[in-house]
């Protein structure tokens, strides 16, 4: 990520000495899993998000799993989710042998459009798994709405938007456990990790359980109960992730000031469409600055466009692509083009911008100015100027 042959990276972790320090400490306590650090952080995340319980583990997708597994999520259920995100919120619903059904997205927030819940519902249907879209919000009211109404479960991907919230609640929260991760483009990292979150007691212990080879503590030693995982991690990261959690307000409040720098530079740019701003009643914390292309047909410039950029040292990258449409997901689900017509429009047309809480205002000056002139060179960028959303 920050090495690599780009000038201006797309993503950047964010470390300063405490970070350093915590971590070398941590090291140099020999205690290196499984110690006081990962109760340290689990709380300390817990306390952030308004949550009861937090359980640490390797990855945001690890997290998302143990969500689905201690849901009770498996063989002949159906889990509604979307088809615009990171893979991983699809591939977490394979791995226990359900099935993804997908639901198309608003335009506007990219997130799954609630209104569309009702005709994907079925009676294999067992649970929502929506993603909060580079941190944007869901609509929970109405999502929890028809959760309830229909009696499903609610795991939230909330993987792009620890610090957010809906009406005052941290996402993650709503549903019967929401899962954070903290790969190194995320808002906070711990070089790799995630957590689930949840107010379910039981469900807490069964993910520490199943994070640790399905063991738990008994009288005289452990025992192994049930088919585990090793989801562990290491009180580096966790250490890491405390001093990252401790920096978070003052990290969000960098990418808020980032994506300003870049809607004022870009404000005037035809060809392209910004992110709505939040509605109201949502904190937005930011993961990720994508822009679109406007107009119809724009697959081939999207393409000339990110590769003039990075021919200018810039990375950025077309996230994301329609997950119903990657041959493996195709070849599960029999999805093809126009099966969701929202989300191939929007997934033909974004580009990532440079974006952390790292870039400097004269690294987002050079962004907007070679994609304005990326636009300028390339002749047929004329048709975008159709806006239409
Ligand atoms: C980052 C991310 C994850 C988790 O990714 P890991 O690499 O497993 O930590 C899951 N879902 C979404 C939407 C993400 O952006």
Redesign the pocket.
């Known amino acids: 990520m920050a090495a690599g042959p780009y000038r201006i990276p797309l993503s950047r972790p964010d470390i300063d000495d405490e970070d350093v320090q915590s971590v070398i400490e941590a090291l140099r306590s020999l205690r290196l899993s499984l110690g006081p650090k990962l109760h340290e952080f689990e709380e300390a995340l817990a306390s952030f998000v308004g949550a009861p319980h937090a359980v640490a583990v390797s ?6 799993h143990l969500s689905l597994l201690a849901s009770g999520i498996g063989p002949g259920d159906e889990v509604l989710t979307t088809p615009f ?2 893979v ?2 699809t591939s977490c619903i394979f791995y226990v042998g359900a099935q993804p059904v997908f639901v198309d997205i608003d335009e506007k927030t990219l997130n799954l459009d609630p209104s569309l819940l009702e005709r994907a519902l079925t009676s294999h249907t067992r649970a929502i798994l929506p ?1 909060h ?1 580079f941190g944007r919000p869901c609509e929970m009211n109405a999502l929890m709405n028809f959760a309830q109404r229909h009696q499903l479960e609610v795991i939230e ?1 909330a ?2 938007a620890i610090g957010s919230r809906f009406l005052g609640r941290s996402l993650g929260t709503f549903g019967r456990a929401g ?1 954070f ?3 190194p ?2 808002q906070m990292t711990m070089g ?3 957590a689930i979150v949840t107010s379910d007691a039981g469900l807490a212990d069964q993910c520490r359980s199943l994070r640790n080879h399905g063991s738990r503590a008994t009288r005289d030693g452990r025992s192994y109960d049930r088919l585990g995982y090793n989801y562990r991690i290491t009180e580096l990261q966790c250490a890491l992730g405390l001093s990252q959690l401790r920096r978070l307000p003052e990290l969000m409040a960098r990418r808020t000031e980032v994506a300003s720098w870049y809607r004022d530079l870009l404000s005037d740019v035809e060809e392209i469409i910004l992110p709505a701003p939040p509605a109201s009643g949502v904190d937005w914390s930011c ?1 990720a600055f994508v822009v679109r292309l406007g107009g119809d047909s724009d697959r081939p410039y999207r393409g000339r466009i990110l590769q003039d950029l990075r021919t200018k040292g810039i990375e950025c990258s077309d996230y994301f692509p329609a997950i119903h449409l990657l041959p493996f997901v195709r070849e599960r689900l029999g999805s093809k083009p126009g099966d969701f017509p929202a989300c191939e429009k929007v997934a033909a047309r974004c580009i990532a911008l440079p974006f952390s809480s790292s870039h400097t205002h004269e690294e987002v000056e050079q962004v907007a100015a070679a994609l304005r002139a990326s636009l300028a060179e390339l002749p047929s960028c004329g048709d975008l100027r159709k806006r239409d959303v």
Request: charged content about 15%; aromatic content about 16%; glycine content about 16%.
């Open positions: 990855s945001g997708t690890a997290a998302l995100s990171f991983a919120s993603v879209v991907d993987c792009e899962a991760g903290f790969y483009n995320k790799e990790g995630g993961f």
